[in-house]
């Protein structure tokens, strides 16, 4: 299965690699898409949560006020509920107990306590207001230098200290490594806490329906299915009386991938008090208590020789992984993923790595576009930087000198992965030519009339994805995301509806699974609707993250409109009275030379009128297929991103003057959703590399809970990105497609940084801290100067 | 994120809103724009018991140009100075400032009055009242009295204001037309609040300069040696340091990067008033 794009004998206007506009995007920019909170459920009820205003506390009880006491709910209330509790499979690794409301201990602020229930979230929230909560506090465990310190108290009963594991990729003879390097360049870097901050906050709504006789829990997730299987279980109740549905959701990046405590608390009154509730997650819930990312820090040692040919790499990664292993990545993905990962697109043969997971009072921490790679290029790119910088040469030529050349693929790197197909080095060449990188050295030796310091940034990364079961495996999961299926079906009036199990929330989905039945049926994109969201109407599917859906379920897509062309053909040349190997599928129509059936007509016979089928022939014209990819270990995109920055060295703005990002992403199924991927990706980059961090204070108070504090991107700050494409289509998957949505927020923080060191490089200054704020800028130099002087 | 319930009342006239504020029946707060006092309101930040919105009283929206100066109602929206509705005292100054405070939709609401009531140390009304020398009109139960801009902020949210006293208009002396003012502020993105702002007035004609510090945690700080020092034609480097010893001397707690930062505003403020 896989390779290059199958041979066309017919035009597929519509099919792969064509840019149709997305479909969906006509009730989302109209104002008519159906979110969360746009659902109307006669007596639905407003929940709000009453969560920790304290970091680490016994809690030892609630004080509710009498005439509003049958109106919040406690742990002990719904007590049936499981925690939720992802254990990784890492040896040595410690399990948390996450309870949908707390109990005995609160570990976090903005941990849920308990639930006020009423007729508008206002008078919810008045209630919340009027509980008073008997906490005896605990020494907060705000940081991971305080979490590591020998004395500092276990945040779980049971642990003897604050890690959840600790794991290890050992390749190659590193004390070769080290005997024989010229050059030896250490640093440490430091990436901040985040919130995901997409723009529809997260929500349930959950009621008990009685025709089905089943509870209905809609969620804004990225995987209704697996949340189904997870929810059963804890709330003991068969899965085939559960239906979750995802509506429209507004954006997920990852934050919406966990199984949240908030949705088995919803989902566990609702089957209590058999009334409809609804929890809608305001913006400062969000910035405090939704999943966090993010927060690693890195010490990394390059040994090189006098070229700068790095020979060996040792790393460490410690990830600040809050209060609760998320489910199901477990607490540890992260770290693993990075340490995993670092040695990038270079040929390192000698890797030592170590991946640190620190247990904290602070929001449990999950995955977000990117995940772990995000820091591990910001590792290893600004280390190339600094090792080029070493060895008196340019970052460009280092960077490319190191990179695994095209002549080496597959390759088998040191942190175990096998990266399937590309051309890094052109890639690099491409973006370099592109931002024109010689110009921008001249101008930087000419200086700038305002002042300003120019710098040339540039990251590149090689980004994973579509992994299935063997990468799931190896990372130890308590789930393992190995494949999707479609259901490919034809209505009696000739159109076809796709029902899968991935979950679109902004990737085109909707369209570009159309795409793909076009491809194979040749039936219009409009004449296709793809269904999604709906445990109870799309087959068992993983849903949507790790950029794999358009691998995954256009595969699937693909085999079962393939089952069905056949069929189609051989039901059309039996109406035709044509052979079966002269017709062809194009414009909803089987033909043969002049003569044509319609697809409606074919599904006519199909189904109202078997007695028009050839003989033996099945009634019906529906097919399903699972589909996965012909290697499990993932399909490898890549890219170089450059950047010219204009530092000012008065006010530490930094402006970014030229962005580029050269790309690849094997086969692009529609190269305007695409590029718009990248773009979007690019904006996130951004935010991490300048705006967005959470920091805590030494109370284990997050201090920043509203926009006020967190700054992300807006249109101003958002430069024209220029996109460069390349394609090299990967040797395992169909079509060749490789996963791409998350690459664009991987290299910005360190193309940004890199740019941003270059820049202040004449005051001696290098920063390795993220966000790159004017206040960090500017105490740099003063700093440089302090040291100068 | 939803308010705590109050109850909502609005005057119709400034006697019966200070009469409101002041009589002792449960909390009262005023409500002029409600740009920073509506958040506060849904975040629960600010619980009152009741909101009295001056938006009825048509007088506190009035200007009035009085020939030495211009009379600004303390209930003037941003957009007003932006858009040129009311004259101006400043020679531009002020219209420059109001056009670049956070949104044009948090302008078409903001006020004047209430930023200056509010005090928040960021606000960019606050700087430029105190560069620009003004007079606050002030009225409450004890009557009526005028504050000058340097004497109103004593510290973060925090005026010379009375308990009950309600700002009722700003006074800004019109500037001579031979001064020129300079502008520097610094934000992180477009739209957020200041984090060092500095106007300069520079009138070589007359041989006076002057210039204010704002969003430095505090009120605004008024630098006479930097601006004599401008006014003088120092060289840059010379300006640079006497800007440095002035504001390490106004003993505010900057970090390092912080006064780096309000070195460079107020170095540019001064550059452009003295240049232009």
Known sequence: MGGTR?????????????PVRRVEDRRFLEGKGEYLADLNIPGVVDIAFLRSPVAHARLKGVHIPDRIRNSVVLAGDIAFAKPIVAVGKAKGFKYSEYPPLATGRVRFVGEPIAMCVASTRAEAEDMAQACTLDLEELPPVWDIDVALRPDAPPIHDGWDNNLFVTTEIKTGDLNAVKASASVVVEKTMRMARHAGVSMETRGVLAYYDRRLGELVVYSSTQFPHVIRTILAQSLGIAESTLRVVAPDVGGGFGIKNNFQPEELAVAALAMKIG?????????????????????HRYRLKAYADKAGRVLGLEAEVTVDAGAYSVWPWTASMEAGMSAGIMTGPYDIPVYHGRAITVCTNKSPLGPYRGVGRSGACFAIETMIDAVARAVGRTPEDVRIENMVPPTAMPYRSATGKLY??????????????????????????????????????VASYTEQSAHGTAEWVARGLPVVFGYEPALARFTPDGKLILFVGIQNHGQGLETTLAQVAHEELGIPVSDVVVRHGDSSVSPYGMGTFASRSMTMAGGAVSRACAILAEKMKRIGAHLLQAPVDSVTLADGKVSFGAQSVTFAEIADAAYLHPERLPTGEEPALEANAVYEPGRSTGAFSYATHACVVAVDPGTGLVEILDYVVCHDCGTMVNPLIVEAQVVGGVAQGLGTALYEEIPYDENGQPLASTFLDYLIPGPAEVPDVRVLHMETPSPHTRFGIKGMGEGGAIAPPAAVLNGINDALRPLRVELSETPVTPERILDAIAAAQENAR | MKPAPFAYIRPASIAEAVRILADGKGSARPLAGGQSLVPMLNLRLAPVERIVDLGGIAELRQTRDDGTSVRYGAMTIHAAFEDGEVPDASNGLMAHVAGRFAFRAVRNRGTIGGALALADPASDWLVTVVALEAKLHAVGPDGRRVIPAEKFVLGPYFTSLAEGELLEAIEVPKRPKTERWGYCKVTAKVGEYAESMALALVDRARGTARVALGATDGAPIVLPEAAASALRGEAAQSLRETIQRELVAAERDFSRAKLAMHATTVFRALRDAVSS
């Open chain 1, 275 to 295: 009334r409809p509730v609804r929890w809608i997650e305001d913006r400062r819930e969000h910035l405090i208590a939704s999943p966090h990312a993010r927060e």
């Open chain 1, 6 to 18: 199958a041979e066309k004998t017919v035009e597929r206007t519509q099919g792969v690699g064509t």
């Open chain 1, 420 to 457: 399937d197909s590309g051309d890094y080095p052109e890639a690099a060449r491409r973006a370099l030519a592109a931002i024109d990188a010689a110009a921008v050295r001249a101008r930087q030796a000419r200086g700038e009339p305002d002042g300003r310091l120019i710098g040339l940034g």
